[in-house]
């Protein structure tokens, strides 16, 4: 548990620079690698919190990145297939992709068939599919 504000700094330099020393130096102590640890394992839970907070906090960006991957036409099918399945899987969907061989001419698709699957994809290069978010029931 934290008690003063040398050691909150400790905490706080550690999760950002990842080395017990060096963290050690900036909040204020003689840099002794031996001590180091000592303080990781002391801090231990406040450490985890602190890199849990800094991960939440930066959960918008990564999204982020991989909206814009997914989105690339001009990025590699592989990157788009893995950053549509992160994202399908951060949503809670399934992330199960299906690859395509496409043969025809060198461009971007995307299109939903009649059985609302999405087709992406670059045209001679592959594709992969996409299944529908939930299934619709045939009401005949």
Same mark, same amino acid.
Do not use: C
């Given at each position: 548990?934290?008690?003063?504000?040398?050691?909150?700094?400790?905490?706080?330099?550690?999760?950002?620079?990842?080395? !017990?020393?060096? #963290?050690?130096?900036?909040?204020?102590?003689?840099?002794?690698s031996?001590? +180091? %640890?000592?303080?990781? *394992?002391?801090?231990?839970?406040d450490?985890?919190?602190?890199?849990?907070?800094?991960?939440?906090?930066? !959960?918008?960006? #990564?999204?982020?990145?991989?909206?814009?991957?997914?989105?690339?036409?001009? +990025? %590699?099918?592989?990157? *788009?297939?893995?950053?549509?399945?992160?994202?399908?899987?951060?949503?809670?969907?399934?992330?199960?992709?299906?690859?395509?061989?496409?043969?025809?001419a060198?461009?971007?698709?995307?299109?939903?068939?009649?059985?609302?699957?999405?087709?992406?994809?670059?045209?001679?290069?592959?594709?992969?599919?996409?299944?529908?978010?939930?299934?619709?029931?045939?009401?005949?």
């Amino acid at each position: 548990m934290i008690r003063n504000e040398q050691q909150a700094r400790f905490v706080e330099a550690y999760v950002e620079t990842g080395n !017990a020393t060096k #963290a050690m130096e900036i909040a204020g102590y003689s840099p002794d690698s031996s001590n +180091a %640890a000592k303080m990781v *394992r002391k801090f231990s839970g406040d450490i985890a919190s602190a890199f849990q907070q800094t991960m939440a906090s930066k !959960a918008g960006l #990564a999204l982020s990145v991989l909206e814009t991957v997914m989105l690339d036409i001009t +990025a %590699a099918p592989r990157d *788009r297939i893995r950053a549509s399945a992160e994202w399908l899987d951060r949503a809670g969907n399934l992330s199960k992709l299906t690859r395509t061989d496409v043969t025809l001419a060198d461009k971007p698709f995307n299109y939903v068939d009649d059985k609302g699957w999405l087709h992406m994809g670059i045209e001679g290069k592959g594709a992969f599919v996409l299944p529908p978010k939930k299934i619709i029931e045939d009401e005949s």
